[in-house]
């Protein structure tokens, strides 16, 4: 099985922020003249050619990526934010992508003739490509399906490739797993913004799921449950990916009851008394907590029902993807596809309990100077200790082997920088201190569902290169 046959033929789109409804037939046609564009604009060369989707619009995504898969292309993910331009590493990743499709707003970046304009498609495109049926006999399943990014945890962040294999292996694993059945109703938020998520959500669904629902809403966390909470009510949507950590927000939302219906995906749980007052107040059906990377996907899961709930932690998973194998160290954890030899090594403290549980106990980023090593989890927490709030990054350049810290409320006057380092130096060792400090705007640096360390890491970078 390959990637593009994940996707029903006869799939249905609602997008409920435009109030339109995309029938097969329409999404059939839409993918034709994509996939007509595309071997068009690159001259019938469609293997191994690499295609980046520069928007968030639903139709477009699935269109896309059935129109590229079916021609033995791959795609490239990545959040749509124009921020993510400004960084080098990403510069060099776009270098790399043979056509884009995207708006005529965002053709600044990439030559026209490598662009299709989703946007361009009318009665006369539709009349025109609706008998292109070009089918590439070479794409197998060692063929790549999509590129994604490393976050760059450990170094500058590098290109991952991911095999109809793998696409198709990690879906089904999700689809067991959740129990997808046809009348389920999902709704899609963000989509090709990380290939774990992107993978282990909206693929599942595609190859289930009759009726799919979107809608690229600009809302607050609070604003955006509360909204799908409505679309839970009103038009009986039960599967929602959440967010980062907006889970976390149901606290401050006036209570609903979804009758044990829903289920919410989180890749950063609630507290233990949050996940009490969601089950309390709301009555989902489930809430599914993924752990996993950008090089394997999701790897760890667990699932809080109502009758478990009582047992439910932030960092205890129960299941295993049975696709990967692991291995946990004293500060790091060992990961890789079974059918593969390359182990990837994930920064992460984690162990095993006697009876199967995995426990998570944070990221164990390691940061050495002249073969003296520091994990930043302890040097966070007498920086929060110092300065009386949580509300930073530590931002760690392991190329120039400097670090720098992100504040999210107040500046830290170069007074304050000294005897923070003084107390850095004190438990530590001379070699390790904080070389610039800045009172950032978290809002500006949210890629996708977090903040992002590269964009972090690339303003300091260009800080000291001004100075």
Known sequence: ??????????????????????????????????????????????????????????????????????????????????????????????????????????????????????????????????????????????????????????????????????????????????????????????????????????????????????????????????????????????YFLLPYAWVQNFKSIASTDLENLATFITIQGNTTDEMTDLFDRFAPKQVINYFGCSEVGTMFISRTTKDNVYNYNPNRFYDIIPHIDYEILSNTVKCKWKHLDQWFVLADKMCKEEYGSIWHYGREIAFTIDDQTLILRNLSQIIEGELGTNQFTIVPDHVQQKLYLALYKEDLSTQDLEKLNIKIQREFSPVFFISDSYRFDPSELVFGMKISGPLLLYLFRQRKHQE
């Open 1 to 238: 099985m390959l990637a593009h046959e994940l996707i029903r033929d006869d799939l249905e789109i609602i997008d409920l922020l435009h109030n339109k409804t995309y029938t097969s037939n329409e999404i059939d046609n839409y993918t034709r003249y994509l996939k007509h564009s595309i071997y068009e604009k690159l001259n019938g060369d469609t293997l191994n050619k690499i295609i980046f989707i520069d928007t968030n619009k639903f139709l477009v995504v699935v269109c896309g990526m059935k129109a590229a898969w079916e021609l033995g292309a791959s795609i490239f993910l990545n959040d749509v934010d124009p921020k993510i331009k400004l960084l080098p590493y990403f510069k060099n990743f776009y270098n790399v992508i043979d056509l884009v499709l995207g708006t005529k707003d965002n053709t600044h970046w990439t030559p026209s003739n490598k662009h299709i304009l989703i946007d361009d498609y009318d009665a006369q495109s539709r009349i025109l490509c609706q008998d292109f049926t070009h089918v590439v006999s070479d794409i197998t399943s060692d063929t790549i399906a999509y590129y994604t990014t490393s976050s760059g945890t450990t170094g500058d962040p590098k290109i991952l490739p991911f095999t109809h294999w793998q696409t198709v292996t990690l879906s089904r694993a999700i689809h067991q797993y959740l129990d997808i059945k046809e009348s389920d109703l999902p709704f899609h938020y963000k989509t090709l913004h990380h290939g774990s998520l992107f993978n282990s959500f909206a693929l599942p669904m595609l190859s289930t799921c009759k009726t799919n629902y979107c809608g690229s809403f600009q809302l607050t966390p609070d604003q955006f449950l509360k909204k799908i909470l409505d679309i839970a009510k009103n038009n009986k949507a039960n």
